[in-house]
Every structure is written in C-alpha cells, then in structure tokens.
C-alpha cells in the first residue's frame, strides 16, 4: 500500500514537470481587461528564477494582433534564456488547461515579432515562458498592439469605388 502511494506521487511529479499540460502561473495573471489598441508588461528577476506569467484581454470585435517581445540581455549581465510568448483563447475555465493556442514565437535580445490575424471576439491570454539566466538576473518586456479586421462591405466598397475611376478614366480617353 505504501508502494502504490509513493509511485503515484513519483508519477504525479514527473507529469508535473513533463509540460504536458499548461500549468498554473508562478504570479498571480495581470488582466488588461478589455484590449486597448496597444499594451505593455515589464517583469525583472533575480537568477535562476524560472516563469509563466499570462496577460489576460478580452477582445470585443475581429482584429489583428501583433506582439512583440525583447529581454534585457546585456553580457550574460541581464539575460532570459528560453523566452517564448504564446497566444491562447480561453474556454472559459480558469486554471490556463486545454485552451486554444493560436500561436507563439521564441524571443531574446533582439525585439522579435508574432502577428495573429483574424482574431475573434472572445477572452485571450499571452503566456510568457523562460527562465532568467543572467548573472544579475533578467527581465523583459512585452507590447501587444490590436487593429480592426475591415469588414467584407469595406473591400467591397473599394473595389466598387476602383471600378468607377477606371470606368471614368477609360470613357474619357475614348472622346
């Protein structure tokens, strides 16, 4: 009997720490709440600090998304190995499980770039990933920009208003 515990504490350990699910953030989320058309997080760290952290919005109508991210390297000084910044839409529960990834992009020094077209309306989250491995620690820091999706109508009306220049411009070449 004693056996069977200590196995499945030993199981229940090595499925914790395997990934295979999202685990529950090592700070409490910072909720944006509704999207502005541009945000912005910070996080500083001592070494060896190990983090998931989720920014969490809500997004009122279709947009687009670009996100960027950048840490703080400096000589191995400040330094965040192994940033990752991915996009989820949520279910609806409240535990960051079997949400819809939408996509993710690795980051570091260099500012690097994830767009995310067509979002829907819904709840959304960003999780950022890494560890801090700087001899100082590290840190980074997160943008999150939004645009509207043109409606069809607005395509439509382009095309339309296209179709009477090159109407009117032909008509007049022939006279």
């Known amino acids: 009997m004693k056996n069977s515990f200590k196995l499945k504490l030993v199981v229940a350990a090595i499925l914790m ?17 509704n999207h502005d058309p541009a945000e912005f997080a910070t996080f500083y760290s001592a070494i060896g600090h190990t983090f998931e952290h989720e920014y969490l919005f809500n997004l009122g109508s279709n947009v687009n998304a670009l996100a960027t991210a ?42 690097t770039n994830g767009t995310f077209s067509a979002l829907t309306s819904g709840d959304y989250y960003y999780q950022v990933t890494g560890s801090v491995a700087g001899n100082y620690g590290g840190g980074y820091q997160l943008y999150s ?7 069809p109508e607005t395509y439509a009306m382009l095309l339309a208003g296209l179709g009477l220049i090159g109407f009117s411009l032909r008509r007049r070449k022939t006279i």
Do not use: C, H, M, R
Request: proline share 6%; aromatic share 12%.
């Open 17 to 33: 720490t395997s990934g295979v699910a999202q685990a529950v953030p090592t700070q409490a989320p910072v909720n944006w709440f």
């Open 70 to 111: 950048v840490s703080n390297d400096f000589a191995n000084i400040f330094n965040i190995a192994g940033g990752k910044v991915e996009l989820f839409k949520s279910n609806g529960d409240s535990d960051y499980t079997n949400d819809i990834s939408v996509g993710s992009f690795a980051f570091d020094s260099t500012a």
């Open 145 to 151: 920009n939004v645009s509207p999706v043109p409606e």
